[in-house]
Structure formats: structure tokens, C-alpha cells
């Protein structure tokens, strides 16, 4: 068995060697792209990939790719612009949505929650190789996009426990978890970034908790964690509207605990129609 390990190793260094000593000036970088199968694999490294210039391997079961690139003649966005032509989003570039329906069947991965790019005006992207592609710039999500899903998925696990709903609140926390795990912490403020860090593990195992029991008062126990770091991250981030950080005594056995939320009434998500309005805001998020 150690041999067989220690066999793999010395392929994947080799492979990897090869690699790098057909690339120039070679960067190497890992990025989340999505897809469900061989025949994504195929389409997504052969739009990616340019002789001695870039070379991609995606893995279909992480989703993750492994881009190796010469940054003196191309850079990621330009990879996975081409890449998102091709159908397949990843956390910086969505694919068109006409691209995205032409795809196989078993190549159409899950899209939930994610907005479609725009194609702008045609525009020469170079690559600074032999020839010019000419393509639609696709348009990049901006900075609070990414977090603007988790509050949202967060608001919606908070909803569905004020109807002390177990198996909605399960459903919400998968989204929930799925969106915390989509954001890419390079394109977070520097403040953003340094409280992510802090604050990331947590969110993922309250998530991950909330969504493996249809228990509401097991989620609850969770929601209170899940919460207070979710605050301590909405608190550095720009917000469009106003966020409401609300208060009961009485929740986490008499200890008291926050919550946040959308409006200024209160729905206490701890209690829900037992003792909805119990509670007030301590604090508003702007």
C-alpha cells in the first residue's frame, strides 16, 4: 500500500514538473469551477487551454481546478472568461444563459441562487499569443455579491425557524452552506477578509449542523453560534439596506441571544408562535 501511495506521489510531482517546465513564468492557482461530469472535464480544460501558455485540470468530484499559467502573457480572468463561454461558471465569471442551455443534459449543474452574466459589447480579449480571441466580456461579481448570499441564505434559516419549521430550516442551511463555501475570500475587503478568517469554520459546522437534523430546537441550539458570527461579519460589510440586530432574554436557557433580521418587528426565531415578539433591537446595521 505504501509503495502504491508512494508510486501516486511521484506521478502527480512528475506530471507536475512537466508542466511547469513546458510553462513559462508559470503561476499556479486553484479555482472553484462547476460541472458534473467527463464530458464537463473535457469541454471545460480544452476552452481553457492554450499550448505553453496554460494548462488546466478540473476534477469533477471537488469541482476544483488546478490552472498553471505563464502571467506574463494571460492572467485567471482571462482563463475563466473562456471557460464561462464554454457554459461553466465559476465564483468570478457566470457563463451566458444562452451558452449555459445548449450543454448537455448531464453536463447542466446546479445553478441555484446564481445570476446569470450579461454579455456586453463585443470586444478583442488578448492573450498575448499568436492570434486575438474575440469574445463577450462576461460581466464579474462585485464585491458584496458573495456575501449578500450567505446573509441571505442566513435570513432565510432564521425564517424558517420563526415557523419553527425543522425540515425548512434543513433545506435553508444546505443553501446556506453551499454559499459560505462559494465565496472567494480574495475578493472580500481587507476588513471583510480578516473577520471571514475568524469566523469561516464556525459558520460552515452551525451550517452544516442546522441542515443535518429537522429538529428545530437542535437548530435553534446552533442558530445562536450561527448568529453571533454572522453579526460579527455583517458588521464590517456594506449593507444596501438597513439590518436589525434583535435580542431575547429569555432564549439559550435564560442566558439570552441575538439574531438578525431584515425588519424592525420582531420574530423571534427561538420560540416562534409561542412567544413571537419577545425580544428587541439592540443594534442597527447599516
Same mark, same amino acid.
Given at each position: 500500500?505504501?509503495?502504491?501511495?508512494?508510486?501516486?506521489?511521484?506521478?502527480?510531482?512528475?506530471?507536475?514538473?512537466?508542466?511547469?517546465?513546458?510553462?513559462?513564468?508559470?503561476?499556479?492557482?486553484?479555482v472553484h469551477i462547476y460541472g458534473n461530469c467527463s464530458i464537463c472535464k473535457k469541454t471545460i480544460e480544452s476552452a481553457a487551454n492554450v499550448k505553453d501558455i496554460v494548462q488546466v485540470e478540473w476534477n469533477k468530484d471537488t469541482k476544483m481546478a488546478f490552472l498553471t499559467y505563464d502571467e506574463k502573457k494571460t492572467n485567471q480572468d482571462e482563463i475563466l472568461k473562456r471557460i464561462g463561454l464554454a457554459g461553466y461558471d465559476s465564483d468570478k465569471f457566470l457563463a451566458p444563459d444562452n451558452v449555459y442551455a445548449k450543454l448537455e443534459i448531464c453536463c447542466q449543474y446546479e445553478r441555484t441562487g446564481k445570476v446569470v452574466a450579461k454579455v456586453e459589447e463585443l470586444k478583442a480579449v488578448s492573450l498575448d499569443v499568436e492570434e486575438k480571441v474575440v469574445m463577450p466580456i462576461?460581466?464579474?461579481k462585485t464585491q458584496g455579491v458573495q456575501l449578500k448570499e450567505v446573509f441571505d441564505s442566513y435570513f432565510a434559516v432564521k425564517d424558517a425557524l420563526v415557523k419553527t419549521d425543522g425540515s425548512l430550516a434543513a433545506t435553508k442551511a444546505v443553501l446556506l452552506l453551499n454559499s459560505i463555501n462559494a465565496v472567494k475570500m480574495e475578493n472580500l475587503t481587507k476588513e471583510e477578509h480578516v473577520e471571514w478568517m475568524k469566523v469561516m469554520k464556525d459558520l460552515i459546522f452551525d451550517a452544516e449542523h442546522i441542515s443535518e437534523t429537522k429538529d428545530a430546537s437542535h437548530q435553534?441550539?446552533?442558530?445562536?453560534?450561527?448568529?453571533?458570527? =454572522?453579526?460579527?461579519?455583517? *458588521?464590517?460589510?456594506?449593507?444596501?439596506?438597513?439590518?436589525?440586530?434583535?435580542?431575547? +432574554? =429569555?432564549?439559550?436557557?435564560? *442566558?439570552?441571544?441575538?439574531?438578525?433580521?431584515?425588519?424592525?418587528?420582531?420574530?423571534? +426565531?427561538?420560540?416562534?408562535s409561542k412567544m413571537l415578539g419577545c425580544g428587541k433591537v439592540v443594534e442597527t446595521l447599516n
Open positions: 500500500m505504501k509503495s502504491i501511495k508512494l508510486l501516486m506521489a511521484i506521478t502527480l510531482l512528475l506530471s507536475i514538473s512537466t508542466c511547469f517546465a513546458e510553462i513559462k513564468n508559470a503561476k499556479v492557482e486553484t462576461l460581466v464579474t435553534r441550539d446552533h442558530f445562536t453560534s450561527l448568529s453571533k458570527n =454572522m453579526y460579527s461579519v455583517m *458588521k464590517v460589510s456594506k449593507q444596501e439596506t438597513p439590518t436589525y440586530y434583535q435580542f431575547c +432574554p =429569555m432564549a439559550n436557557k435564560g *442566558k439570552g441571544a441575538n439574531w438578525l433580521s431584515k425588519e424592525n418587528i420582531v420574530k423571534n +426565531p427561538y420560540y416562534g
